[in-house]
């Protein structure tokens, strides 16, 4: 692994930190003998496209196989296209450039793929989605929050925020870039939706108004949920797939058999009320008649329908259809 580890603008995490951020993250996640660190150090001269291919160039005299190469690289503000970096290899062939050349869209995590992924890869929309990007990241270690473990593993944001300079705010409690910018960069969900995943907001947030608080509360969304919308979903699938009931808490069946039986409850009462409702209420504030007890037991009714089944052992004896001995299944003809 080759990062580029050198110090551009003041504002960028020290290179010291990000070194051992680097370090540790391969100690906890990558094989030994597998993976070396080499870090580069040159100086940006922020020729955007041109550099890209002198850094490609310069990776693979160090012996790199591949070179991944995100968007912009290189940079400055706007003043090359986003993907100027990316369109210039068309010029080139392979074996002329000599290393592999991996070009990376803007990568973020999806909550409801439960992985990272890109435009191409990803059917899902920004209300999943936590973005990737280093400058909101760098200016959340500045607001001194530790990133979501989705966008950046603990063990390197843990090391980069003691390199992360200057540290602390302004006078009004603001990073470099103000927190609105920050919280749209990496939460795009936040201005348009309640939570992640949520529902919409009725007046969606401006980034003007966004302030320490909200970066504090989208924080506190992700932490809490971020995992727990893939987990959702799986529960509801295993709850209709297992056939082997062990593995389905008990406690939501419990559940399930109570709200069964306390709303066949609500629904004997309200027959016996629409048996003995008289034709019309002689003090509408006082009794009902028939017709509208009979509207309020076809409510409890379909309530009772709503809720869902319970499922035990018993329930899936029908799935069991093909009982054979295991032997005939692995072709033998005799019974
Ligand atoms: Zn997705």
Known sequence: MQPLVEMAKREYTRHEFRMLSYRSVLETYYPKGRSILAPLRVTYIFAGPRETVLHALIMKNYGCTHALIGRDHAGIGDYY????????????????????????????????????????????DEQYRINISGTGIREMLRHGIMPPKEIVRPESARIAIQGVQPKGLDEFENAISPVGKTIKSIFPFYLNRTRLGGPKRTNPLTVEELTNRDLEAVNLDVRANANKIYQ?????????????????PEWVMDARETLHHQQQMVVEDLKEKVKQAPKSASDEFMYQDKEEAEKELNVATKILGDIPKVLRADDFDYRTWNVLPYKRYRGSDEE
């Open 81 to 124: 296209d986003k993907y100027a970096s990316h369109t210039i290899f068309d010029q080139f062939k392979p074996e002329e450039l000599g290393i592999d050349i991996r070009l990376f869209h803007e990568v973020f995590y999806c909550t409801r793929c439960d992985t990272q992924a890109t435009e191409q890869s990803c059917p899902h």
């Open 232 to 248: 959702d979903i799986f529960d509801e699938y295993t709850s209709v797939g297992d056939t082997n009931r062990n593995l389905q």
